[in-house]
């Protein structure tokens, strides 16, 4: 349990990447603040993880609207007395190319993805100031974020602009003890995101051809198999713990080799 007597707020806590990050941030001692813009995804995590004999608070909030920001953040500290881990995790996924995408949705998928990780980051570091213990600060980003994705322009755009986020609010705030640092995930296993939906009790049907959509992506990573969000918690956990003491302002590839592929090769073959 290294993480036992934490408290980790984590944004973004659907099944899928955030409710995994969450899941093994609980496993490993630490109570969770569960938000999200959707109040069942914050409810189901937090219900399963208090389930599971953890410490849990659901907190339904608008990661773009800074009163709602500062009230989850009351809210982690009431409840808790304090937040040690902030994990941002919140995005929307909107896949549309520079010509065929609206100034509106544009400012839409950057002000979640980048505009919450500033109010949230803001704010939790504030607390983390004002106790004076330090605390642990993680960005989750995407392997689209590191490459020219098409068709997906302010996603990239906004999670590469989060990497550097990452690096100067690490250079800003490593005098108050606050090391911040990024967590790139790549194409997910899709199974295990269906399996925690079940197990937080909703009534889940698995889309025929799934595996064989994903196959493009496995094909092409040279692990030649997709991480699962269980992976990035233990990646998140390693991050948020005293063994990463000596990290600040870097970002942890948990994405099967697949940003360190030269182009040109093509694992499969």
Not at 233 to 244: I, K
Not at 246 to 269: C, E, H, K, N
């Amino acid at each position: 349990m290294i993480l036992k007597d934490k408290v980790a707020l984590v944004t973004g806590t659907s099944p899928n990447i955030g409710g995994g990050i969450a899941e093994g941030l609980a496993e490993a001692g630490a109570a969770i603040v569960a938000v999200d813009a959707r109040a069942e995804n914050a409810a189901d995590c937090a219900r399963y993880v208090n389930g599971a004999g953890g410490r849990a608070i659901a907190v339904t909030a608008d990661v773009t609207d800074e009163a709602q920001v500062k009230a989850a953040v009351n809210a982690a500290a009431e409840a808790f007395g304090k937040v040690d881990i902030l994990v941002n995790n919140a995005a929307i996924f909107n896949k549309k190319g520079v010509i065929e995408m609206s100034f509106l949705e544009w400012q839409q998928q950057t002000g979640i993805i980048l505009g919450g990780a500033f109010l949230f980051t803001k704010h939790v570091a504030s607390l983390m100031i004002g106790r004076g213990a330090g605390g642990a600060i993680i960005n989750i980003i995407s392997t689209a974020g590191h490459q020219g994705e098409p068709g997906n322009i302010a996603y990239s755009t906004a999670k590469c602009g989060l990497i550097n986020f990452t690096r100067s609010a690490a250079m800003e705030l490593v005098r108050h003890g606050i090391r911040v640092n990024s967590l790139t995930p790549t194409a997910t296993d899709p199974s295990e995101s269906f399996d925690r939906a079940e197990r937080w009790g909703r009534a889940v049907t698995r889309p025929e051809g799934l595996a064989d959509r994903m196959k493009a992506f496995r094909s092409r990573v040279p692990m030649q198999k997709l991480p699962r969000p269980s992976d990035y918690g233990h990646a998140a956990v390693f991050l948020a713990s005293d063994g990463a003491a000596m990290i600040t302002g870097t970002d942890l590839r948990v994405d099967a080799g697949a940003i360190a592929r030269y182009w040109a090769w093509d694992p499969s073959s």
